[in-house]
């Protein structure tokens, strides 16, 4: 059983950056198809960035240029390097894991294991 568990929320100011990572365990995260996705304040989970075999990576357009998404293989963890934040960044983040292969864009059901997400604030 794969279990996801997400780090580095907090509030920041507009154009500043956050990191987050979610640490994976049950498996390698180097096998694993994985995403970030997040939930601004009621709305649906959109997904903002994945990763596939062989790197392959997806970006939502709007975090095009600002957000990378990685992994960091010593840590079996997924990273969200993210910057120039702005005030729309505002959700939480969830991370999202699979152990087979899925489309880019993927919708949410695509995955099968989440992480309990982490929440980012973004202030004008």
């Known amino acids: 059983q794969v279990q996801l568990v997400e780090s580095g929320g907090g509030s920041v100011q507009a154009e500043g950056s956050l990191t987050l990572s979610c640490a994976v365990s049950?498996?390698?995260?180097?096998?694993?198809?994985m995403a970030w996705y997040r939930q601004p304040p009621g709305n649906e989970r959109q997904v903002v960035a994945q990763?596939?075999?062989?790197?392959?990576?997806y970006y939502a357009d709007f975090v095009k240029g600002r957000f990378t998404i990685s992994r960091d293989n010593n840590k079996n963890a997924l990273i969200l390097r993210m910057d120039n934040l702005k005030p729309g960044d505002t959700a939480s983040y969830y991370c999202?894991?699979?152990?087979?292969?899925?489309?880019?864009?993927?919708?949410?059901?695509?995955?099968?294991?989440w992480g309990q997400g982490t929440q980012v604030t973004v202030s004008s």
């Open positions: 990763i596939n075999g062989y790197d392959t990576t």
């Open positions: 049950g498996d390698r995260a180097s096998s694993l198809y």
């Open positions: 999202a894991a699979n152990p087979m292969w899925v489309p880019q864009p993927a919708a949410v059901s695509e995955y099968k294991y």
